[in-house]
């Protein structure tokens, strides 16, 4: 009987880093809501996921990931229910 093989798992690849501007337009927002500069960073790339995933192409992707976290800040739409546990982190 042959040897078994360990099952090689693969990485994801690392995120690439948020543009200066999305991060100085974030740290603004967390600091007029009650919500942390990580958190609404984790509801921006969710929002860049959402886009890839199927989302309108008449919009830009970072347009939709800052209306995912405007949405997620002021509670309307459903992006306070999709991100749930990004707001039960803190």
């Known amino acids: 009987m042959a040897p078994k093989r ?4 693969r990485k994801a ?3 690439k880093p948020l543009s200066a ?5 974030l740290k603004k927002k967390a600091k007029n809501s009650r ?3 990580t958190q609404l960073k984790a509801v921006y790339r969710r929002g860049q996921g959402a886009y890839l995933g199927g989302g309108s192409r008449n919009v830009p992707m970072a ?4 209306g995912r976290v ?3 800040i002021t ?5 306070r ?6 707001m039960r982190k803190k």
């Open 6 to 9: 360990k099952k090689s798992v």
């Open 13 to 15: 690849p690392p995120a």
């Open 21 to 25: 501007t999305v991060v100085e337009t």
């Open 35 to 37: 919500f942390t500069l």
């Open 63 to 66: 347009a939709w990931a800052m």
């Open 70 to 72: 405007n949405s997620f």
């Open 75 to 79: 509670g309307k739409g459903g992006a």
């Open 81 to 86: 229910k999709a991100d749930a546990d990004i």
